[in-house]
Structure formats: structure tokens, C-alpha cells
């Protein structure tokens, strides 16, 4: 086998290998949100309608994730377009995002 028959395979190797690290999470944490977001989704607590811009809406979903840890769903849908974005969050980082979303609240002038 060449230098040159490697270099051929590489690009195939290294998808094969994203989609088994993607299907081995996909099992182990319960199917393609808990894949996201690495750790089994225990529930989900509820989400929040935003808005967006002209013909577009975004929505955040809150899951209740294994392990204490809180999961936040970014979902953005417009005409031809699904995006998802999720972020997982310790106990700390929640407190922290929850303060800030009180201080906003609190004080709508605060820069």
C-alpha cells in the first residue's frame, strides 16, 4: 500500500469516524438530544416563544439533564431553515444565567 492509496481513504475514514462518535453517543445518552448534548435528557421542564426577525422564530427549550446539569435548547425555524444550537449548563452556570436574567429584569436601563 502507497503513501498515495492512503491519502485516497483518509476523507472516508475520518466520516466514518465522526458518524461512529455520533452514533455511540446517540446510544449511550438515549437518542439525538442527548447526543447534543451529552447526557441523557431526564425531562423537559418547558420552553420560551421569541422572536425573531421578519419571517423567522426562535424558541428555547429547557431539559433536565443526567447528572444535575441543565440543558438549553436554542431552536431558530424560518422559511427553508431548522437550526438548533444546545448548550449544557452545570448548577453554576444556571445560577449564574438565572442572576443575570434577574438583573435584567431588575434594572432595564443597565448596560
Do not use: C, W
Not at 22 to 40: D, N, Q, S, V
Amino acid at each position: 500500500m502507497t503513501t498515495e492509496s492512503i491519502f485516497q481513504y483518509l476523507p472516508h475514514a475520518v466520516v466514518a469516524i465522526v458518524i461512529g462518535v455520533f452514533a455511540l453517543r446517540y446510544f449511550k445518552h438515549g437518542g439525538f438530544k442527548g447526543a447534543l448534548f451529552g447526557a441523557t435528557v431526564e425531562s423537559a421542564i418547558g420552553e420560551v416563544a421569541g422572536s425573531g426577525i421578519l419571517m423567522s422564530s426562535v424558541v428555547i427549550k429547557v431539559h433536565k439533564l443526567e447528572g444535575g446539569s441543565v440543558g438549553v435548547e436554542f431552536v431558530g425555524k424560518s422559511v427553508g431553515r431548522y437550526q438548533t444550537m444546545p448548550v449544557t449548563l452545570s448548577s453554576t452556570e444556571t445560577q449564574m444565567l438565572i442572576t443575570y436574567l434577574q438583573m435584567a429584569l431588575a434594572n432595564p436601563d443597565a448596560t
